[in-house]
């Protein structure tokens, strides 16, 4: 439509402009703006579309960055109070191809500080609460961009993904988040060379929106040892599936992993209406109930890496997930990691059979609805403790601990009302194809109201007093 002149960009930047002005005090998840230099660009962008030149595949549209990824000029605080006044001179690299693709950097959006839990909130900011429910979490850590996205105030946002942060607020907010097979998407400021953990990646409304966003920011660069040559722009061209030839394997708990109840029961109902749309839907004896133990010992020496010679400077509010997490990891004997790689790699291995037999493996994604934003993490689920803030994400982490390519796809309403999201899980590498049969299970959710994605009632929470810096 930019393109064609049926829609300036300048149009679109204030209409995102309006959308924060209007629900961010309630929801709190756009914490810094770059709304000057936006329309600056945007009228810009719209000169260019006048003059008849060639036009990158995201001319003129507003993007919103996750917090954690620098942005040249534009504050950067990590969700820290010690980088409250961040202004870096330099874009990330995921941000520079954004731009350098016609994006337009609309602002920054929250984070837990230096973007460590599944709960948006830092002593910076406060909290992001959920656009279905303000008191409630929106997932984390790129909770901030989730609840932009689902709310209109960007129309494409940027994440990253460790044990689940692009996936966990996407399944609460009800948007799409893709977490991509390791070395897709180049992470240039990554602390150690070779692992699966803390790969960036695309949120979007759309499957087609997240697939574009995704052909921009991957690539090959020399600055990140894990990125492989690959035809980027052909990401975004979605292959048509026909939903009828589909093998799908589903799994409620992934082999038995903390899953509440209340979770199982809505996964169930929604394998149960999916079944008779796809060519099979079975349930396969998956079982990655090692995985959370090997997750954690696998953090043992990232967290070292990143956040070693900083522990000393850590005031009393510091993020307790970090400081939680660096205190384990100092403890771990180098037996206990060494272990924990062989069984990653013994679990790997084992996985790749699912996929002689499945297109793509579902099951849900978190393991509880939303919660309030003033519990950091449930201590349990359904009477059985949770060991740790990583505990209750085992859906997720153990899926990243095999290192799968995973789309978050949102499937109805919980039975909370609040959204119910699915990972859909391909083979290694095969993004394309994983994103081809997301879209297709897309249009086939769409046509079933309980499954179709949910929307939030922008004009009831326009109406909800202002509680901007929640927690604070």
């Given at each position: 439509m930019i393109g064609a002149g049926e829609l300036s960009s300048t149009e679109l930047v204030e209409s995102c402009l309006s959308r924060v002005d209007q629900l961010d005090p309630v929801v709190n998840a756009m914490i810094t703006r770059a709304d000057e230099r936006a329309l600056s660009e945007a009228a810009a962008a719209d000169a260019t579309v006048s003059n008849g030149v060639a036009l990158g595949p995201l001319h003129g549209i507003p993007v919103a960055i996750k917090d954690l990824q620098p942005t040249e000029g534009i504050r950067t605080t990590f969700g820290s109070r010690d980088f409250a006044a961040n202004v870096p001179a330099k874009d990330a690299g995921i941000v520079q191809r954004i731009r350098q693709a016609g994006g337009i950097v609309i602002g920054k959006t929250n984070i837990p500080e230096f973007s460590i839990g599944a709960n948006t909130i830092n002593p910076l900011f406060g909290a992001t609460g959920n656009p279905f429910d303000a008191d409630l979490t929106c997932g984390g850590s790129s909770g901030g961009s989730a609840v932009a996205v689902a709310t209109e105030m960007a129309p494409l946002a940027t994440g990253s993904d460790h044990g689940g942060s692009l996936r966990i607020p996407a399944s609460y907010c009800g948007v799409i988040g893709h977490r991509a097979s390791p070395g897709v998407v180049p992470r240039e400021l990554r602390s150690v060379t070779q692992t699966f953990y803390s790969v960036q990646g695309p949120m979007g409304r759309t499957v087609a929106d997240v697939a574009l966003l995704l052909s921009v920011i991957a690539g090959r660069t020399r600055m990140d040892p894990m990125a492989y040559p690959m035809d980027a722009p052909s990401l975004a061209e979605l292959s048509p599936i026909e939903p009828g030839s589909l093998r799908v394997g589903v799994s409620e708990d992934l082999g038995g992993v903390l899953v509440s109840e209340t979770i199982r029961r809505t996964f169930r109902d929604r394998v149960e209406r999916l079944s008779g749309l796809v060519g099979s839907c079975e349930e396969v004896a998956v079982d990655l109930r090692e995985a959370p133990a090997v997750d954690w010992a696998l953090r043992s020496d990232l967290f070292v890496a990143q956040f070693g010679e900083q522990s000393t400077h850590w005031g009393d509010d510091f993020n307790p997930n970090i400081r939680h997490s660096l205190e384990s990891a100092l403890a771990t004997p180098m037996a206990d990691i060494a272990a924990a790689r062989h069984k990653q790699m013994e679990l790997y291995q084992t996985?790749?059979?699912?996929?002689?037999?499945?297109?793509?493996?579902?099951?849900?994604?978190?393991?509880?609805?939303?919660?309030?934003?003033?519990?950091?993490?449930?201590?349990?689920?359904?009477?059985?403790?949770?060991?740790?803030?990583?505990?209750?994400?085992?859906?997720?982490?153990?899926?990243?601990?095999?290192?799968?390519?995973?789309?978050?796809?949102?499937?109805?309403?919980?039975?909370?009302?609040?959204?119910?999201?699915?990972?859909v899980v391909g083979p290694i590498y095969q993004d394309r194809r994983l994103l081809s049969i997301a879209a297709a299970l897309e249009q086939v959710f769409a046509a079933d109201p309980s499954m179709a994605r949910p929307r939030p009632d922008l004009h009831a929470l326009a109406q909800l007093p202002s509680s901007c810096r929640r927690g604070l």
């Open positions: 996985f790749q059979a699912l996929y002689d037999d499945y297109d793509v493996l579902i099951c849900p994604g978190v393991s509880v609805p939303p919660f309030p934003w003033t519990q950091r993490n449930p201590t349990q689920i359904d009477g059985a403790p949770v060991e740790n803030y990583m505990a209750w994400l085992a859906l997720s982490s153990s899926l990243t601990v095999i290192g799968h390519p995973v789309t978050a796809l949102p499937c109805g309403l919980d039975e909370s009302g609040t959204p119910f999201g699915i990972q």
